[in-house]
């Protein structure tokens, strides 16, 4: 156990770390503007007029959870700090339940430092709580093998319907769910109508809540993508390249060999072949969807609930290896998921600062209390411009906040004025001040991921 205690330790470490340091980004701002609504109907209003996903579980948690912890930008994101550590102590009891207990250590282990598991938990976003009652989910089917009762039937079935609320995305995973356990009910459920009867539940629970999901069009579309993307899908679970995924499929290939012995008949391998299929049927059917409908597969947001199953399969075939020969790949492992992280969740551009610009920008209107502010605002995004969400949840209330575009279609003589701005988003050091040609620069302040002139114009030719 001490080894376990000193995993969620490293788990807590690094989700908790700095975790206020970063402005909320534009998902974020979304979350947030749900939670801080001052009852549950104004949330369920809000959530229908802001939030694509139109989940409502996440944001109804988060009510509470800054109601007793505030709302700052740590606040927000220690309940998905919390979500992330519960899954690493959920990824080794599934791991101890499908293999052994040294399986679960090095799964926990992995999960622990896993980039997109650490980068999502940082997030005021619902992901890690998916990806909690996902596990949760699969804890609970596994653990019908060891003894199966009522009680955990009950609880199966009600966390297939949290699941649902939780993400559409829940759909798939509760589907996969389904679709394992049937393939070896009489190991998960003894009986076909016992099956039918808890998901049938789950259902009914769920249902008034599905038709949701599909009254409106998706807020981002990815574009069909080929088929390397799908297939490619747990690099990012880890880290590396093609060449290490090969490497990593051949390791749990290489484990799953060695325990032919162990797992002898067909209901044997009923938790190795649910592991597959937690790792491959959602991200297939999301693959098969964005070419048959709406193209949404592409975020690593929308398969990281199958990270778990991946790096369960690495763990066991980790934990197969002679000693010498593993202390080398885990160290490898190591050393390519601190390159990652480094890159993906502790970079100090990963999201642009606003708070910090709206302190300097309170600052100044404080000492010019009768002065008009305008600040037109540029995304680094080409497609949204998300940033202008963001600006109007930080910048004072006395700001007129406008999107770029608007500075050129204005019409002739109703320029800003008072003190003018243009924010641009970025993804490098310092973004160039787009439009130079209508705004003349009287200065610049560079904040981590976003960059701001303060401008005289903009002019007409």
């Known amino acids: 156990m001490v080894i376990f205690g000193g995993i969620l330790a490293l788990a807590a470490g690094l989700r908790a770390c700095k975790l206020g340091q970063l402005s909320f980004w534009y998902d974020e701002i979304v979350t947030m503007r749900l939670a801080t609504a001052p009852t549950p109907a104004t949330l369920f209003d809000r959530l229908f007029q802001i939030d694509a996903t139109r989940a409502p579980l996440h944001p109804l948690l988060l009510q509470r959870w800054i109601g007793l912890f505030g709302s700052s930008e740590a606040a927000g994101r220690s309940l998905s700090v919390v979500c992330g550590i519960v899954t690493v102590g959920l990824v080794y009891w599934i791991g101890l339940l499908v293999f052994d207990r040294a399986t679960g250590l090095w799964a926990a282990w992995l999960a622990a430092i896993s980039p997109p598991l650490v980068y999502y938990s940082r997030e005021a976003r619902m992901y890690a709580l998916l990806v909690m009652i996902a596990c949760l989910c699969w804890g609970l089917l596994f653990s019908l093998r060891k003894s199966s009762s009522h009680g955990k039937s009950i609880a199966y079935a009600l966390c297939l319907a ?17 679709l394992g356990s049937f393939l070896f009910v009489r190991q998960f459920f003894d009986r076909r109508q016992r099956w039918l009867g808890v998901h049938l539940a789950a259902l009914l629970l769920a249902a008034p809540w599905i038709r949701h999901y599909f009254d409106h069009d998706p807020e981002f579309l990815s574009g069909r993508l080929p088929l390397k993307f799908l297939i490619g899908t747990p690099i990012g679970f880890i880290g590396g390249n093609s060449v290490v995924l090969l490497g990593l499929l051949i390791l749990i290939g290489f484990g799953l060999l060695l325990r032919r012995g162990v797992f002898a008949g067909y209901s044997d391998w009923s938790g190795p072949a649910c592991l597959v299929l937690w790792l491959v049927v959602p991200p297939t059917l999301l693959y098969a969807y964005s070419w048959l409908g709406n193209p949404v597969f592409g975020p690593s947001r ?30 490898a492992l190591a050393l390519l998921i601190v390159l990652e992280l480094g890159a993906t969740v502790y970079a100090p551009g990963l999201k642009a600062d606003w708070r910090a610009f709206s302190t300097e920008l309170a600052a100044r209107m404080a000492r ?38 608007d500075a050129v279609s204005a019409r002739p003589g109703n320029e800003p004025s008072g003190e003018v701005y243009v924010a641009v988003g970025t993804k490098e050091r310092v973004a160039r001040l ?26 007409r030719s």
Do not use: W
């Open 162 to 178: 949290a699941l649902v609320y939780c993400h559409p995305l829940g759909l798939l995973m509760a589907a996969t769910l389904g």
């Open 302 to 331: 929308y398969t990281l609930y199958t990270t778990p199953a991946y790096l369960i399969l690495v763990a066991q075939g980790l934990a197969r290896l002679p000693l010498l020969t593993r202390a080398c790949v885990a160290v």
């Open 368 to 405: 010019s209390p009768g002065t008009k502010v305008t600040v037109f605002v540029k995304s680094s995004d080409p497609v949204r411009n998300t940033e202008i969400q963001t600006a109007r949840y930080y910048l004072p209330g006395r700001c007129r906040i406008v999107p770029l575009e």
């Open 434 to 459: 787009p439009l130079a040609d209508v705004f003349e620069i009287r200065s610049m302040s560079a904040f981590a991921g976003l960059t701001v002139y303060r401008v005289v114009g903009p002019h």
